[in-house]
Structures are given as structure tokens and as C-alpha cells.
């Protein structure tokens, strides 16, 4: 079995970004290969990488639904063809997307369909690193349900710190299998106010560190750039390798 790390947190955070640094860090490490997994139905996680994706399980589901099914083959031999597809390959990983679900609505056919296929491929990885949509909603049915290391995102306000409280409490009410919990603070300019940490205190969260607002990041992103080609000496990039070297099980 692969050491599963998993990424939570509101939207705006940027939990992409992080994800995006982590499995850059693992590569460099050696500790490939790695399985990226983008359980967001915004899938960005490739852009942060580089990578472009054409299919998503998300498309092959509505494949199969609407009856695109080669013939001569099964239902279940088109769609382990067509989730075949969806893995790409990049330079010490893979990467799946979700995608979107099917129509409009609920998102638990997609979810389903992405929890049994990462059971047919987590065998073949070290390390599996999975970016989940914002909030709690990917928790609560259990996609991230058997992870080695939890990393709640937040920004630097009280009301990011009250929602990754509740979903630290969701997953103790849950019982969702998380080895490690950290609470990762991003886009920090001066530090942690005395309400911040008290904050962090009530709500029995376990700081791993605060990463800083950072300018060439924040170019990157609007350029559309990927985020993983910052240079080594980048202060957010940095910042967040040395949070990764205290919190992650490389060795």
C-alpha cells in the first residue's frame, strides 16, 4: 500500500498549490512514483504540474452512461479502457482526474467511481497524493476515507481556522482512518496574530507551519504559469519543503 497524503481546507486556500509542491518534493526525493490524484471536480491540479489531461472519470462516466460502448465489449471492458486512459503520465508520477459528475447535482457517482479505480492502481505507487475539493463535502463520503497524513489548509483568518476546525471534528465523527493531522497556514504576511493561535488552540488543530503571501507565485498564477517550475530558492516553495521535511515519512 502506497503513504497516502491527502489535502482539505475551504476553497481560496490553496490546497492546489500545496499539493503541487508536495509531490514536486517527494519527486525530488526519490520517492517515486507517485500517484496524483485530482478528487476536485475543478480539476487544476494538472495545471499546477504542467499537464495536460483530456479525459477525466468524470467524461467516462457520462460515457458510459449515455451508451458510447465499443462493440463486441462489455460495459465493465470499456470502462477499464476508458479509466485507463484517464491516467497521465508525468516525470516521476501519474495523474487521475475526477472531472465533473454527471449532469447536474449530486457528485457521488463520480466520487464512487473514483474511490474503486484508485483501488485497482494504488498498488502500483509509493506515495498517493490526493487533492480534495474544498470543504468537507469529499470527507463527509468518505472518498478520503485511509490516509497516512491529513493536511488541513488554511488562510490566515479566523474563519479559515473555524473550517478547518469543523473538519478536523468531521473526521473524528466519521471515524475516517488519518493516521497524522497538520494544519498548514498559507498566504501569511506578518505572522500569527494572539487571536489566530488561540484560535488554533480551541480547535485542537496541529500547526505544522504558516507558509508567505508571496508575489512570484501570485505572477505565476495569473499567468496561468505552473507553479511547480518556481525556482528551488522561491520563499513559498522553500517555506513549504522545510514544513514537508518535519511532517512527511520519506525515509
Known sequence: MPYVIAMAGKGGTG???????????????????ILAVDADSNTNLNEVLGISIK?????????MKDGVVQQGMTKQMFMEMKLAEAVVEGEGFDIIAMGRPEGAGCYCAANTL??????????????????????MEHISRLTTNNVDVLLIVSD????????????????????V???KRFLIINQARDGLT???QE??????????????????LYDFDMKGNPTVNLPDDNPA???AFEIFDKIIEVD
Open 237 to 239: 516553495l522553500s517555506t
Open 55 to 63: 479525459a477525466t472519470l468524470g467524461t467516462a462516466r457520462e460515457e
Open 156 to 175: 490566515p483568518s479566523i474563519r479559515g481556522i473555524e473550517t478547518a476546525g469543523r473538519i478536523n471534528t468531521l473526521v473524528d465523527d466519521l471515524r
Open 114 to 135: 473514483l474511490s474503486m479505480y484508485l483501488g485497482k492502481l494504488i498498488d502500483n505507487y509509493s506515495y498517493m497524493v490526493m487533492d480534495n475539493e474544498a470543504g
Open 15 to 33: 490546497k492546489t498549490t500545496i499539493a503541487g509542491f508536495l509531490i514536486k518534493y517527494l519527486v525530488q526525493k526519490g520517492k517515486t512514483p
Open 199 to 216: 484560535a488554533i488552540v480551541e480547535h485542537g488543530l496541529n500547526l505544522a507551519g504558516t507558509m508567505p503571501k508571496d508575489d512570484l
Open 177 to 179: 482512518r488519518a493516521a
Open 194 to 196: 494572539d487571536s489566530l
